[in-house]
């Protein structure tokens, strides 16, 4: 078993690059069965997700050139064929839901495995099932461990989203660039990676208007083509090491980040007293003293991300006073708060309210990352704490975080992976 043994409580300097977008990769690597053709993306995230879209792309016959160390896969999809596909890789990630969008899209059919991911609470893909039945699905049968969709000759339509959601909207998008006609995502969610799926998508020959606002035009298209794409810079993970970098810091330079796709979050670590400089496609992070506690509630983008309300946990742990995390999106995504409590935080759970009372001294210890974003909480939470922290089940954080370890001991964090 793999663990991340931290040493804490070193402050820590130097400069932290960021990869490509997780969230993004995610869907542009199954965006590429579309073209039919050869795609390369570039800036690609050497992550366990990018490692288990690749196994699976091959399964359906796509041809796969990786080179991570350089961020590119070169992907050809021309003899790719929609096969069912198994539950257990398929299980293993959240995104691969997004094959049944391209694989309907292309092929007028799929079946695929249900999704798995973190644990959040309850995630359902309504949304999903009624975008592709709204498109002309005429089967939507979801069996106990898959989803099976035919829809040989979707046409296009209106489809109004009761709820923002990054999945159905760019599943809705997907399926809809090789309809017929125009398709009009109403109440669309506006994520910077919804953005970067429709450049691809664009770039291989579609025809979407609007993505970014929370209403999407798609005229579909009878044939696309390949394309080189590059990947926007991972916000979550930049907002990651911005906390860390305010909490440890005494100057760190955050490289390769789009500050736009920030901004609510960096307003936080402004209202706390964390002081910055922003320059065109880096933040410096200054050594942080006084810290105010701040009250969170994560919303859809643009608002604060239900992605970095467990990373900057840590952080307002440090801070001075009584403060709150709430959760719209997630309301159970509370599984980081008993870690830190072991840790020494005086932090508790009540009605789905996230409460804490700081500036705590933490202590190091033996913790389990429950999920990706709550095992980046406790990385984070292991290097501002004294002594020896001990995290557990870290292939969800290697899901998400491109080489960590060697990121965080370049900047001065005493961490290695060590296998028990
Ligand atoms: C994506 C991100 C995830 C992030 C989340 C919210 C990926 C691979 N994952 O997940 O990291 O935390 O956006 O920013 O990009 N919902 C429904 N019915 C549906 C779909 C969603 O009710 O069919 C609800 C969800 O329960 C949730 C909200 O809509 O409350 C937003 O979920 P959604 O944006 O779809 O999340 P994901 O795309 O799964």
Do not use: W
């Amino acid at each position: 078993m793999k663990k991340i043994v931290i040493n804490g409580g070193k402050r820590i300097s130097g400069t932290i690059p960021i990869s490509g977008a997780k969230n993004s990769v995610v869907a542009l690597i199954p965006a590429t069965i579309l073209a039919n053709d050869v795609v390369t993306l570039e800036g690609v995230p050497d992550i366990s997700d990018v490692a288990s879209l690749v196994e699976i792309m091959e399964i359906m016959g796509a041809k796969i050139e990786r080179n991570l160390e350089e961020g590119r896969l070169v992907i050809d999809t021309r003899s790719v064929v929609s096969r069912p596909l198994p539950y257990g890789k398929i299980n293993s990630l959240r995104a691969s839901y997004y094959f049944n969008g391209a694989l309907l899209g292309r092929f007028g059919q799929a079946t695929v495995g249900l999704p798995g991911g973190c644990d959040l609470g309850p995630r359902p893909t309504d949304l999903h099932d009624k975008a592709f039945k709204a498109l002309g699905a005429k089967k939507i049968q979801e069996e106990a461990e898959h989803l099976e969709v035919i829809g040989d000759s979707l046409v296009g339509t209106t489809i109004y989203m009761d709820v923002v959601s990054v999945g159905a909207t760019i599943n809705t998008m997907l399926a809809a660039s090789r309809a017929k006609g125009l398709t009009i995502i109403e109440n669309a969610a506006r994520e910077p990676e919804i953005i970067d799926v429709a450049t691809l998508l664009n770039n291989m020959g579609a025809q979407v208007r609007g993505a970014g606002t929370d209403i999407i035009r798609i005229t579909g298209v009878d044939e696309m083509h390949g394309a080189q794409h590059t990947v926007i810079p991972d916000r979550i993970e930049a907002g990651t090491y911005l906390a860390l970098a305010a909490a440890m810091g005494d100057g760190v330079i955050i490289e390769n980040v789009i500050y736009e796709h920030l901004e609510s979050f960096i307003a936080k670590l402004e209202e706390m007293g964390v002081g910055l400089t922003i320059r065109e496609d880096s933040i410096e992070v200054h050594k942080s003293e006084n810290l105010k506690s701040v009250n969170i509630t994560s919303v859809p983008y643009p608002g604060f991300a239900t992605d970095l309300q467990q990373p900057i946990t840590p952080l307002l742990l440090k801070a001075k006073g009584r403060g709150s995390i709430v959760d719209t999106i997630y309301q159970k995504r509370v599984n980081h708060v008993p870690e830190l409590a072991r840790m020494g935080a005086n932090i508790s759970v009540l009605d789905d309210r996230i409460i804490y009372d700081a500036p705590n001294e933490l202590t190091g210890s033996c913790v389990q990352a429950t999920d990706l974003r709550a095992g980046a909480a406790l990385v984070t939470a292991g290097i501002i704490a004294s002594g020896t922290t001990k995290i557990s089940n870290i292939e969800f954080i290697l899901r998400g975080y491109d080489h960590i370890i060697e990121k965080l001991t370049a900047v001065g964090v005493d961490i290695q992976l060590i296998e028990e």
